[in-house]
């Protein structure tokens, strides 16, 4: 089978997905509300989040707007990517592999991953790494959860790439996560979930 891994290393894609977020911030879409209730669930605000595969970086802009205390960096694989939002935002914005952070990445109390575990062919590997930096809160979002074993299928996003969509074995979610220290709820659907997990425990709902 081809490999789609870097099929989002495309300058187009970045323009497409920054052109639809234009579009979003004047009206929320339900991973980005599931996002700030994953944040109301936390015992603290986040002081900095870590928003790993950040594409155009419109959570820079979210967080300006309702958690203007919290220090944000955007990280993204794809220097398109990263051109892109510097180009629309100010922010803190840099090109980096998820399974490449670095120290000062490490010292951000909060990782925020969206929607950047489905598109990848081993997403329940990358979690694991994910899990085992030792973030105090992540916030997992726009995953796809099922009960049957961990599945990859392929689609097309913005009608310009190839990439993958990995459907995550709850149970091996619920092991990755309790095996490191997190308490975890899910918000939203299986085929749209958002898990907030902290190592600080969560509020009570
Ligand atoms: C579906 S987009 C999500 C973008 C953004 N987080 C959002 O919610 O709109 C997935 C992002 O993951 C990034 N990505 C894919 N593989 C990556 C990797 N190995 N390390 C870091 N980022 C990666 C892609 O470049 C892309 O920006």
């Not at 952070?101 to 951000?108: A, G, I, K, P, V």
């Not at 309790?178 to 299986?190: A, C, M, S, W």
């Not at 979930?193 to 509020?203: F, P, Q, V, W, Y």
Request: with cysteine.
């Amino acid at each position: 089978m081809k490999n789609h891994e870097d099929s989002w290393k495309n300058r187009k894609v970045f323009e497409s997905q920054l052109a639809l977020n234009e579009e979003e911030l004047s009206n929320y879409p339900f991973h980005w509300h599931c996002f700030f209730e994953a944040v109301g669930s936390l015992k603290k605000e986040p002081d900095s989040l870590l928003d790993l595969g950040c594409g155009s970086a419109v959570f820079s802009v979210l967080c300006k707007r309702h958690l203007p205390n919290t220090k944000y960096r955007g990280l993204d694989y794809a220097q398109e990517a990263i051109d892109v939002a510097s180009a629309r935002w100010e922010a803190d914005l840099q090109v980096r592999d998820y399974r490449e952070l670095t120290e000062s990445d490490l010292s951000f109390d909060t990782l925020h991953a969206g929607a950047m575990l489905d598109v990848l062919p081993n997403a329940d590997e990358a979690l694991k790494v994910i899990a085992e930096y030792g973030f105090k809160n992540l916030i997992l979002g726009r995953m796809k959860l099922v009960e049957g074993e961990s599945k990859t299928e392929t689609y097309e996003a913005y009608d310009l790439i190839t990439t993958y969509a990995f459907y995550h074995n709850m149970e091996n979610v619920h092991s990755i996560l309790t095996r490191n220290g997190y308490d975890y709820k899910v918000l939203g659907f299986p085929d749209n979930a958002t898990i907030i997990a902290s190592k600080e425990g969560l509020r009570l709902d």
